[in-house]
């Protein structure tokens, strides 16, 4: 029996997109390999099936909505813990290139083991502290995409991003509240950096109707569309 597929209505109405049989199947797959993994490792406290849908994929995927027309990009997820938002991306975006990062070996040796159980050769997982990979010359300016979850403060996670992007590159940070002093101190980095700020995204999570945020940076003179 599918856990997910009851909500299939939810992905159409909000994200505007349907997974394949064969995508459905991967996210029930990644489903169990958490489950299992939980065992051995404090991957999530998120184990119902609803709200693994919808805190886990459903909100991995609605950061990059607004990129979802674009193809064969490179991205890369910043502690991605046990490979979210990294996993459902590549799931969900074939023609994408997605590296997930993590500072934890045994995060990563789950990641790298969930790639291949999924079979996603457009997913690899690398070891290794955001602040010090994006010095390597493999990684560095090298990225279309640079998304961050629950990592730290909005300035903190927008250092860790910046040096990976691309001169046309976006930072992603997936926040949940949004608050005015984190918006000052992002603005004042921002300032600092070259950076801007190019759109804050606030909508509700379609099962609990829950708060969320998407705040995009760019490299100055680069924009997103609004779709």
Same mark, same amino acid.
């Given at each position: 029996?599918?856990?997910?597929?009851h909500?299939c209505?939810h992905w159409?109405?909000t994200l505007n997109?349907l997974p394949t049989p064969?995508?459905?199947?991967?996210?029930?797959?990644?489903y169990?390999l958490?489950?299992?993994?939980n065992?051995k490792q404090?991957?999530?406290?998120?184990?119902?099936p609803?709200?693994?849908?919808?805190?886990?994929?459903?909100?991995?995927?609605?950061?990059?909505?607004?990129?979802?027309?674009?193809?064969n990009?490179?991205v890369?997820?910043?502690?991605?813990g046990?490979g979210f =938002?990294?996993i =459902?991306i590549?799931?969900a975006? =074939?023609?994408w290139q997605v590296t997930?990062?993590?500072?934890?070996q045994?995060?990563?040796?789950?990641?790298?083991?969930?790639i291949?159980n999924l079979?996603? =050769?457009n997913?690899?997982?690398?070891w290794?502290?955001?602040?010090?990979?994006n010095k390597?010359?493999?990684?560095?300016?090298?990225y279309d995409l640079?998304v961050v979850?629950?990592?730290?403060k909005?300035d903190?996670?927008?250092s860790y991003?910046l040096?990976?992007?691309?001169?046309s590159?976006?930072a992603?940070?997936?926040?949940?509240q949004?608050?005015?002093?984190e918006?000052?101190?992002?603005?004042i980095?921002c300032n600092?950096e070259?950076l801007?700020?190019?759109?804050?995204?606030?909508?509700q999570t379609?099962l609990?109707?829950?708060?969320?945020h998407?705040?995009?940076?760019?490299p100055r003179?680069?924009?997103?569309?609004?779709s």
């Amino acid at each position: 029996m599918s856990h997910f597929s009851h909500l299939c209505d939810h992905w159409q109405t909000t994200l505007n997109w349907l997974p394949t049989p064969e995508q459905l199947a991967q996210f029930e797959k990644l489903y169990e390999l958490v489950l299992e993994g939980n065992s051995k490792q404090n991957l999530t406290r998120i184990t119902e099936p609803d709200d693994f849908w919808e805190k886990h994929l459903w909100d991995s995927l609605r950061g990059v909505l607004a990129f979802w027309d674009r193809e064969n990009i490179k991205v890369i997820d910043i502690g991605t813990g046990a490979g979210f =938002p990294g996993i =459902p991306i590549a799931i969900a975006k =074939p023609s994408w290139q997605v590296t997930l990062v993590d500072s934890k070996q045994k995060k990563v040796a789950f990641a790298a083991e969930t790639i291949e159980n999924l079979q996603l =050769p457009n997913a690899i997982a690398q070891w290794g502290r955001g602040e010090d990979i994006n010095k390597l010359a493999q990684y560095k300016k090298k990225y279309d995409l640079a998304v961050v979850r629950a990592v730290g403060k909005p300035d903190l996670c927008a250092s860790y991003c910046l040096p990976f992007l691309k001169r046309s590159g976006t930072a992603v940070l997936y926040r949940g509240q949004w608050l005015p002093e984190e918006s000052e101190q992002l603005d004042i980095f921002c300032n600092q950096e070259e950076l801007q700020v190019v759109k804050q995204d606030r909508f509700q999570t379609p099962l609990t109707e829950g708060i969320r945020h998407s705040v995009y940076l760019s490299p100055r003179s680069t924009s997103i569309s609004n779709s």
